[in-house]
């Protein structure tokens, strides 16, 4: 949206990092206000007694993804002009599982960490050290992992390009996804013993 | 499941399914006749040779070339990672899934800039985002990385730092400096004699 607004000319890149910095915030209030500053209740996901990380972040992409479409169909939003992120599949697979092992492991993603270590978390602060650590060194062995990190070259796609669907379509399917796990989750939730934390 | 929660998921499957069926607005729209002549007149789709060898040796993946040359020039040589898209072919219903792919840009080349202008109009006037011309076409890209241009007076370090640049880019994406075609004319190199110097008399001492 920030996107939109900029390219239009309606406010000037220049105010790029304000806006950044206040969507920060507000990301990082509605983490704190979720729960997600526990390394515990993030954890529950593994453990079937707590699913809020999946329940949040699949109402998010839901929310975004309606009001994009609505945004766009009343024309207040030109959908062309958002950034797209582009694919790379192989390091996207290689990252995902080092990455779902660390957030196994450590019980935080980048962004929750950050979030423990504000309210100040000793787990998020460990965490977040060595999230710098794994940074740095990563930084500095790039060469090695230069041509993993460049494969899988897919450019800007969309899942339901990749379907052969409409993006409305898609929606659809993934609100009914969403739907069906709120309610396999609770199901779920109900027949695992309860974690006091 | 709550009664709360019920009702928001009902919402949510109504508000979903609105999307599916409300009448689709028609996408493919032509220009404002007044805002496709202001954007004829600006010059912003232009892009150099150098700024789109750059994008290629970086592996730009928002970058897509369309080599807009006949298939038998394509097959010759082309730009790395280029489509050969004809102009006559070019607003079909499968290249415009290809053209209103988001966060793409579109790069349009021929031999010179002709084909590309005629191109980039018709995808204009169907207000397709995101389209460029490569300044020159492929001729020009030819002059610029295969022909070497001679510097006259004393030259900037930009220009110095522009020249290393196109060698390097040379050497990536043709090797020798040679198209497939030119090096069958080239002459196989001579052998060189290798005339070794006679040994030296040992030096006498030392320090």
């Given at each position: 949206m920030i996107g939109s607004i900029i390219s239009s000319g309606v406010?000037?890149?220049?105010?790029d990092n304000f806006f950044a910095v206040i969507l920060g915030m507000g990301f990082g209030f509605a983490l704190e206000a979720s729960g997600f500053s526990s390394s515990r209740k993030i954890i529950g996901t593994f453990f079937g007694y707590d699913f809020v990380v999946v329940k949040v972040f699949f109402t998010a992409a839901i929310v975004a993804s309606l009001g994009l479409l609505y945004f766009s169909y009343l024309g207040l939003?030109?959908?062309?002009?958002l950034y797209i992120q582009p694919t790379f599949l192989t390091s996207a697979i290689v990252g995902g599982i080092i990455m779902g092992i660390g957030f196994a492991m450590g019980g935080f993603c980048p962004g929750t960490s950050l979030c423990a270590t504000a309210v100040g978390r000793l787990d998020g602060l460990v965490f977040f050290g060595g999230m710098f650590i794994g940074v740095f060194l990563f930084s500095e062995a790039f060469p090695l992992f230069e041509s993993i990190y460049n494969s899988g070259s897919e450019g800007a796609k969309m899942v339901n390009t990749v379907f052969g669907i409409s993006p409305e379509l898609f929606t659809f399917f993934l609100v009914l996804a969403a739907i069906g796990m709120f309610a396999g989750a609770g199901w779920v939730q109900k027949r695992v013993k309860k974690v006091e934390y | 499941m709550e009664r709360k929660y019920t009702l928001l998921a009902i919402f949510l499957i109504v508000l979903a399914l609105g999307l599916v069926i409300l009448p689709k607005k028609n996408e493919l729209k032509e220009t404002d006749p007044k805002a496709l002549l202001s954007s004829v007149v600006e010059k912003s789709r232009y892009l150099t040779v150098d700024q789109i060898t750059h994008r290629i040796i970086e592996n730009d993946p928002t970058l897509m070339l369309i080599d807009l040359r006949s298939a038998d020039q394509f097959k010759i040589f082309s730009l790395p990672g280029s489509l050969n898209i004809l102009t006559d072919s070019l607003l079909t219903r499968a290249n415009m899934e290809l053209f209103n792919q988001p966060g793409k840009d579109k790069i349009l080349y021929g031999n010179a800039d002709l084909m590309a202008e005629k191109a980039w109009l018709l995808c204009s006037r169907y207000a397709l985002n995101r389209i460029y011309v490569m300044k020159g076409g492929m001729n020009e890209w030819f002059n610029t990385f295969v022909k070497e241009k001679l510097l006259t007076g004393t030259p900037s370090t930009s220009d110095l730092d522009l020249i290393s640049f196109r060698k390097a880019a040379r050497q990536f994406l043709i090797g020798s400096g040679e198209t497939g075609n030119a090096s069958a004319t080239t002459p196989a190199i001579e052998k060189v004699q290798v005339i070794r110097k006679a040994p030296k008399a040992a030096a006498g001492g030392g320090c």
């Amino acid at each position: 949206m920030i996107g939109s607004i900029i390219s239009s000319g309606v406010i000037s890149p220049a105010w790029d990092n304000f806006f950044a910095v206040i969507l920060g915030m507000g990301f990082g209030f509605a983490l704190e206000a979720s729960g997600f500053s526990s390394s515990r209740k993030i954890i529950g996901t593994f453990f079937g007694y707590d699913f809020v990380v999946v329940k949040v972040f699949f109402t998010a992409a839901i929310v975004a993804s309606l009001g994009l479409l609505y945004f766009s169909y009343l024309g207040l939003l030109d959908f062309s002009t958002l950034y797209i992120q582009p694919t790379f599949l192989t390091s996207a697979i290689v990252g995902g599982i080092i990455m779902g092992i660390g957030f196994a492991m450590g019980g935080f993603c980048p962004g929750t960490s950050l979030c423990a270590t504000a309210v100040g978390r000793l787990d998020g602060l460990v965490f977040f050290g060595g999230m710098f650590i794994g940074v740095f060194l990563f930084s500095e062995a790039f060469p090695l992992f230069e041509s993993i990190y460049n494969s899988g070259s897919e450019g800007a796609k969309m899942v339901n390009t990749v379907f052969g669907i409409s993006p409305e379509l898609f929606t659809f399917f993934l609100v009914l996804a969403a739907i069906g796990m709120f309610a396999g989750a609770g199901w779920v939730q109900k027949r695992v013993k309860k974690v006091e934390y | 499941m709550e009664r709360k929660y019920t009702l928001l998921a009902i919402f949510l499957i109504v508000l979903a399914l609105g999307l599916v069926i409300l009448p689709k607005k028609n996408e493919l729209k032509e220009t404002d006749p007044k805002a496709l002549l202001s954007s004829v007149v600006e010059k912003s789709r232009y892009l150099t040779v150098d700024q789109i060898t750059h994008r290629i040796i970086e592996n730009d993946p928002t970058l897509m070339l369309i080599d807009l040359r006949s298939a038998d020039q394509f097959k010759i040589f082309s730009l790395p990672g280029s489509l050969n898209i004809l102009t006559d072919s070019l607003l079909t219903r499968a290249n415009m899934e290809l053209f209103n792919q988001p966060g793409k840009d579109k790069i349009l080349y021929g031999n010179a800039d002709l084909m590309a202008e005629k191109a980039w109009l018709l995808c204009s006037r169907y207000a397709l985002n995101r389209i460029y011309v490569m300044k020159g076409g492929m001729n020009e890209w030819f002059n610029t990385f295969v022909k070497e241009k001679l510097l006259t007076g004393t030259p900037s370090t930009s220009d110095l730092d522009l020249i290393s640049f196109r060698k390097a880019a040379r050497q990536f994406l043709i090797g020798s400096g040679e198209t497939g075609n030119a090096s069958a004319t080239t002459p196989a190199i001579e052998k060189v004699q290798v005339i070794r110097k006679a040994p030296k008399a040992a030096a006498g001492g030392g320090c």
